[in-house]
């Protein structure tokens, strides 16, 4: 083996956007799954990083969900989906922190931090049921969409 699983691991959390601290991000990102590699751009003009909340509970939805993303870092440390893709342990800590998610999203205050936060949301919870499901497809499908949702979520709290 040429390290190909440390590098998948590598992008599966470069993917899952669990660096909490943005790390530049260019103008496109790129999630590569068993069948298929899928890349997102943003428009060229998209702010990388808008100014952190101002309003009282969307700067502490912000920051519960930073501290949830530092959780889900250390929950799928270690995790290679291409060799564990239904990893039940890390299935249920994902699907327990997209739980926390969902009581930071009713703390928000303006639409745009809810909808952000609602995104990461939904789709953490869809790879937790993914995983559980034990369909390998909609796994990277998931992985996908959860760092298309921290991308936004970065946005609209400034991480």
Do not use: N
Not at 46 to 55: C, G, H, I, L, M
Not at 127 to 141: D, G, N, Q, S, W
């Amino acid at each position: 083996m040429s390290g190909r699983p440390t590098r998948l691991a590598a992008v599966l959390l470069l993917s899952l956007g669990l660096t909490v601290g943005a790390c530049g991000g260019g103008p496109a990102s790129t999630v590569t799954g068993p069948t298929k590699t899928v890349t997102v751009t943003a428009s060229p003009s998209a702010p990388t990083k808008a100014p952190a909340p101002t309003a009282t509970g969307d700067k502490l939805a912000c920051d519960d969900m930073q501290t949830v993303m530092a959780k889900m870092t250390k929950a799928a440390a270690g995790w290679v989906p291409t060799a564990r893709p239904f990893d039940q342990t890390v299935g249920t800590r994902i699907r327990l922190l997209a739980q926390d998610m969902a009581v930071d999203e009713r703390k928000a205050t303006t639409a745009t931090v809810r909808d952000g936060v609602h995104q990461s949301t939904v789709a953490f919870t869809g790879l937790a049921r993914a995983m559980a499901e034990k369909k390998k497809t909609k796994v990277f499908k998931a992985i996908g969409q959860t760092r298309i949702a921290y991308s936004k979520l970065k946005l609209v709290c400034g991480l």
